[in-house]
């Protein structure tokens, strides 16, 4: 089968609902808002049930239905596959909590969570005849998009914080990318991108201003569902910088309900950030529907210093309807819950995995989650793409 159908119906403004042609190339909706993907989830339900995915491999592209790429061809793939969830049973003991689990998304082509969204992104803008991509990035994505655009014959342009781990700018180079160190942070980066657009001819795929690295990230939702059973924890703890993960997975448990395939019952969702850097927390604690950007951001959790995200009301949007919350750790707890899960569990995180563990120690100790909550961590990336803590 070289094309299979996509259910998808238009794209909409996630800001002011206005819809737009699916099957061309767009950024920001005209209010300058993300824009969402949406599908005929009636003709998805009767497409599939909960066993038409059991018997499928392919990662996330076996959830196809559910995302926008028509033809087999257009497809690139690196080897994905379903990110464990892993267990951790001795640090749930000795918190006395029910149960808490990591999906473990350092296993992805390019060792995170990143491949999700930049397969898609990239499988999308190959229909589209796109030649030239640029993102800023602090370091994952900019290496998942190398690498899968490359595959593609795509050229990329990629803008780090001079700060950027070594290994990260290394590693985008070598796929193929060509990598601008920048004196700043993510969003200064972004400002170049936006500078050589029209110059360049570059599309421009930062977070959430192209509608499909939420579509990719969304599958987040659909594994986990998937792997328990149906049945969604009663709270997630998410390591938040532009969020796409966040809103992503939110947009997915709707789509899953509509399609039949779980039932009312969601999440709590958490958003946890760096305490050098939580603009969604602090808006979070004022009630705010907007974040206002982070002055001086630092932390060693550098995938989640992001001053300031163009998808923040969605984001504390998808924290009031879930009744979530944010919550902020600093540097020195995120470097002890690194070691104390690879200590008691023999499980490595990456720093922004590690902050969720920390979170989630905290939020237990002042009362925001119960001890009877069944909580799952997301480990973003493999923890051997950071320099470790001495032993
Ligand atoms: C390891 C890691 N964790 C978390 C994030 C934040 O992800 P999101 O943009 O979906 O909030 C990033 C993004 O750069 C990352 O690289």
Redesign the pocket.
Known sequence: MDEYATFVTHLECSATGARFAPDKLHGLSDAGKPLLVRYDLEGIRRAVSRETFATRGGGFWKYREFLPVRKNADVVSLGEVMTPLIELPALARRAGAARLIVKDEGRLPTG???ARGLALAVAMAKTFGVRRMAMP?????GAALAAYATRAGIETHVFCPADTPEINVREIALAGGQVTLVDGLINDCGRRVAEGRERMGWFDVS?LKEPYRIEG?KTMGYELAEQLDWRLPDAIF?????????IGMWKAFDELQAAGLIGDGRPRMVAVQAAGCAPIVRAWQLGADHAEPWQDAHTI????R?PG?IGDFLILRALRESGGFAIAVDDAEINDGLVEVARTEGLLL?P??AATYAAWRAALADGRIGAHENVLLFN??SGLKYPLPPA
Do not use: R
């Not at 998410?238 to 966040?246: A, E, H, S, V």
């Not at 959790?301 to 989640?304: D, E, F, R």
């Open positions: 995170s969570f990143k990035t602090n370091g994952n994505a977070t990230k998410y390591p938040t910088g532009g969020g796409t993960g966040l959790a550098a995938g989640i992001v995200a990456c922004e995995g973003c990336a």
